[in-house]
């Protein structure tokens, strides 16, 4: 009996570990096996029992499902996975492994189309791996979709002794998890991806810098790179080819502005996080002054898939400029909270109401924040909205790390601007005025519309300005955008209260 | 003559550049600077001032502060001008309403967390917050306190609640120059990379993040005081408010002139600008175009100068006929015609030769120039002399033995284009410090550095220096290691033939060759008598020999031993032989006691030498200055100064006329 | 636990000097020998990298990581962001640190827990969030922190 039990971390917050253990006791004979989530976490613990081949789903299962799922008789019966209209619906381009193989197998990750691309790349040189990369139309996936090919265009041609490869995965932002996700499910995808990501570029060192609050990925991630120094995957001679790559896991230190590329830059240097100005860019002046990819974690492990599959294939995805497969979180107040990964293209109702079914608590939706705490409120009259950079942006949002946290109706709007506010006090670096000084300001302005001072708005509304168009970095200049996207599309939450007042 | 013309004061934001010439338009006007360049600065050489806080001409660019963001046609949002670096045709607009608001809108912020007592504010009328503050048209802050709480802020000591506000931090007043009041910081960083960039001792730091960045001196629990601080005043001239201000401007009040004046404490020789007000000297401040200093300065320049001011110092002029008389305070007219009628009757009595001069390095070579001429053109004699005769009469004696004048071949400019440093018998850090700060800035930027020195100094390891290699000699062999050096660069072919063929005398040289050839010279042969192990001195020899410009710096650590000629002329043996001399990065270069020991010696100073070190022997050169001069000239050297202090015991020498010298 | 010997700082630094970029791991290797960075350490770390002792002291206060001293027996994290706020995280989190007594960053009297803050677990999907030391919790209501709270002896 073959039996599939997931340890990604959201699958051990909801008690996989005790199910584990008390199928252990119940089936010693079973061939236990640890993988990733198949990120339906509204599943989860989903524990899938192979039968005939196909692999059945039980869940939500709890210590008392054991013996059912045993003996075939569970309520919490799924049926095979593959068939549930969740995973149909889906395009698994990056996340085809994740919640399928072993994590830390590295045999089991070549049997399901591991290194195809590594070997391709292999036979390339670092012109052509970069314009496979150009070619497949890639964004980065952190938030700022800045094509990839040209990022590395920019460090293969500059001239330096050393180059580096830097994957971001200081996922800080709420409503993602997909780097998380990746790095618990499939390690070796993220590593693949970065081994040709130096082939392409010349870089021979690359480091990983992951935040501290994920010490679940921490972990499967330095023994995958262990697995993979040890098979020849990483080190003096990739594969046998004579080219080198080889990579540290770096671990943050609680600071969300070190998922900004230059903040983190200073910190993996050992510097404080504070931001760069740019130029110059890190693509020249990186990582110890020398050229350096700094790429998100799902950029990265996207483009094993791109080489195994040919850029075309993976470019024929998308819409307009996005192209390829965006890989959707779905959390907060929602029914159906998880990872899908699909087309760009796909409505925002669609993902929330369809997909998501609608808010946990069963009220109304009220708004959907896209893209992190420094994405937009969307309310639903706007989820007609079509997924893509682009077309997002077009409705004042942004996709952000395409993470999508739903609220109920319940959500007092202004007590979410005002979070957004305080939320970038607590994590400015300090560098620039604006943002150091302007989001205090800003709570305390919220504090004053919230007492029902009117004349407080047009402050709120100046100082986002000034926070947008004066400050160094994404988090100050960003974080105007939940808090006016609440103020615009919300304003009976911040008026109600005044009217109380008077 | 343009060194002549006092150039401004203006700062232009962000340091010059070289490189070949761009030219964009800001504002409609055309502007060419070289590449790299920001636009901040071509702004300003254009004459549009850009308001800025964090910026500043002699730190790198930050990006801080947002005021001077521009709008660049063709670019999305409103850059920093001080970050971003001209493209050719560039336009730049600098005033438009949109950077108006937000530059309005940033200092709303600023002054939200500011304290309002402008008028009684030692930085009244000198604080480019104040003036920042004005140039932007800020009118009104907005920002209130809520109900439920008082304003966050860095300056009340007490929240509107009456408790302890904990934002607030009291004065640290521990350095005895300088105070530092965290409820004046606008965290622009400036004090910090000031201290990093120009001083390079790295005391300070900003504590924290966000709205809790803090400006901080040395480690965790340290103040001012108990810091790495070496109060060389970088951080106090770099800030923008009253944040870090010099005591004395607290006490005293603003000055209301200035006068550019020469600091004499050691021999960098650092441009002041005396701030005064009235006749009080209020402070001293580097000044920015000094051609030694570039604007930075150590404590002594920069604190030091109780000398001005005090008790003791004499301020008329006074005569005693014996030594067991009391000073008089005479009238000048009185002093002079005291002295001169004195001088004149020793020389009646006692002969021509029984008074002499002494000048001092620390004066003009107006001065000196004159003092020596006093003794040739108005005693008849050849009686002057100088200390720097004394301290560095090794380089006098070895650089005119080896390249004909006894002059060091650099500026201090120089050390910015070095690649490879070799540091003898000298201490940099402690003996001329501001030399030192640009010499570490180098270092930093990636020159490689060679200390032989007995002593583990500074440079050998601090905050970001470390040495390549440190020779550690016994006191005593310098011409062993120095030979040793040069032993292995000619033996492993590393000289520089080009350049010697060229510059130098070759078949000279085939003598010089064979010799420093011999293994007796080697480092393994030496290494017992020098105490220094062979590898490090060969890898020391091939660094210097190979990485480019290469620069030799010693003191007198070198010169005040006994073989101190001997190690002058090994030293210059060494540039010559590696082919670093003349051009700028390259050389022999003493550090000298005092500030004008070249220009002493070559006003003339020394008793055997006219001006320009020509022989007083010689009667076409004694020719030139009695025409000159309209006087006859004495053929025959004078007596230096231990001579002048023995014929004085003898009773042969009377009267001594000394400028600016203590030789007891 | 508190206060290392001067040979057990050695061992950490000669252990990471050989990466680019050692600080960050040597004070995350610091903190997990002592459970904070003590004042102790900050000389020879300082000497080890060549920087000032200023320098390192801005790199630790810029990381909320890093503590000054060490923290409570357990340390309960508690996500405050968007995701968990949208499911109840606000009110649970103010309802545990009242049940203890505590602002945030505080530590139980007796020594078990220090409950801090933390944005994001990447547990979004089934929040609200939890770490009690590295251990993750998802859906957390009151019922679950309480028997949280219990196993850390709070």
Sequence with gaps: MKIYIPMDSAAKALGVEEVATAIRTAAPEAEIIRTGTRGMIWLEPLVEVEIDGERHGYGPATVGDVAGILDGSSVKALGPVADLDWMRRQTRLTFARVGVIDPLSLADYEAHGGLAGLRRALGMDGAGIVAEVTRSGLRGRGGAGFPTGIKWKTVQEAQAPQKYIVCNADEGDSGTFADRMIMEGDPFTLIEGMAIAGLGVGATRGYVYLRSEYPDAIAVMRRAVEIARGAGVLGADVLGSGRAFDMEIRVGAGAYVCGEETSLLNSLEGKRGVVRAKPPLPALEGFLGRPTVVNNVISLATVPVIFEKGAAYYADFGLGRSRGTVTLQIAGNVARGGLFETAFGITLGEVVNDLGGGTLTGRPVKAVQVGGPLGAYIPVGNFDAALGYEELDAKGGLLGHAGLVVFDDGADMLGMARFAMEFCAVESCGKCTPCRIGAVRGVETIDRIAAGDGAAIPLLTDLCETMKDGSLCALGGLTPLPVMSALTHFPDDFATRREAAE | MKDFIIPTERDMGTPAKVGAPVTLEIDGVAVTVPEGTSVLRAAAEAGIPIPKLCASDNLEAFGSCRLCVVEIEGRRGTPASCTTPVTPGMVVHTGSAKVRKIRRGVMELYISDHPLDCLTCSANGDCELQDMAGAVGLRDVRYEAPNNGGMVNHFAPRTTSGEANPEWLPKDDSNPYFSYDPSKCIVCNRCVRACEEVQGTFALTIAGRGFDSRVKAGGAGDDFLASDCVSCGACVQACPTAALQEKSIIEIGTPDRAVITTCAYCGVGCSFRAEMNGDTLVRMVPYKHGKANRGHSCVKGRFAYGYAHHKDRILKPMTRERISDPWREVSWDEALSFAATRMRSLQAQYGRKSIGVITSSRCTNEETYLVQKLARAVFGNNNTDTCARVCHSPTGYGLGQTFGTSAGTQDFDSVEQTDVVIVIGANPTDGHPVFASRLKKRLRAGAKLIVVDPRRIDLVKSPHIAAAHHLPLRPGTNVAVVSALAHVIVTEGLMDEAFIRARCDWDEFQHYAEFISNPRHSPEATALLTGVDPVELRAAARLFATSGNGAIYYGLGVTEHSQGSTTVMGIANLAMLTGNIGRPGVGVNPLRGQNNVQGACDMGSFPHELPGYRHIKGPEVRAIFEEAWGVQIDAEPGLRIPNMLDAAVDGTFKGLYCQGEDIL | ?154
């Design chain 3, 1 to 154: 636990m508190t206060e290392p010997a001067a040979d057990e700082i050695d061992a950490i630094l000669r252990a990471h000097l050989h990466l680019e970029g050692p600080l960050l791991p040597i004070l995350h290797a610091m903190q997990e020998a002592c459970g904070h960075i003590p004042e102790a350490a900050h000389r020879p770390i300082a000497e080890a990298l060549n920087i000032s002792r200023a320098e390192l002291h801005g790199v630790i206060s810029f990381y909320h990581d890093f503590r000054a001293k060490p923290a409570g027996r357990h340390v309960l994290r508690i996500c405050r962001a968007e995701a968990c706020q949208a499911v109840g995280g606000a009110a649970l989190a103010e309802a545990t640190l009242a049940k203890l007594g505590l602002e945030w960053r505080g530590t139980t009297a007796n020594g078990a827990v220090t409950v801090e803050p933390v944005y994001c677990l990447g547990l979004c999907a089934c929040a609200p969030a939890a770490m009690l030391d590295g251990r993750v919790v998802g859906r957390v209501d009151s019922a679950r922190m309480d028997a949280l709270l219990a196993e850390a002896g709070a």
